[in-house]
């Protein structure tokens, strides 16, 4: 989703009609927010239950922090006609997730919920 997601931001790099900046907006959002969500359902499988509460809350509260500084870079940015550079930040920051998601070592497939960290 992530990789569909900067897909969709590739066209905004040039200027479009506001109904298809619009359009792909909206779909590079959705894509976005409903990873948000898969992380929130699969974060607690990865934790175990005597760090998941923290674990998951940390990383909530940072992802809620970069939800408010967003707005605020590119609002800036397009403010000061640079577009361009807010689209590029957005796709650099989006396939930073997708890269971070591909490098997890973690697969739960048929594996129970652990209470505390083993060591292997």
Known sequence: MFVVASILLIPLLTNQIEATTTALLFGARALVS????????????VYPTSIR?????????????GGMI????????????????AVILFQLVILG???SVVLSPFETKGKNLVDVFEDE
Do not use: N
């Open 70 to 85: 967003c707005p605020l870079v590119a609002v800036a940015l397009v403010a000061k006609c640079q577009q361009t550079y």
């Open 53 to 65: 509460g923290t674990a998951v809350g940390l990383t909530t509260a940072i992802g809620r922090i």
């Open 34 to 45: 409903a990873t948000f969500i898969v992380a929130c359902i699969y974060a607690p499988e």
């Open 97 to 99: 997730c997708a890269l």
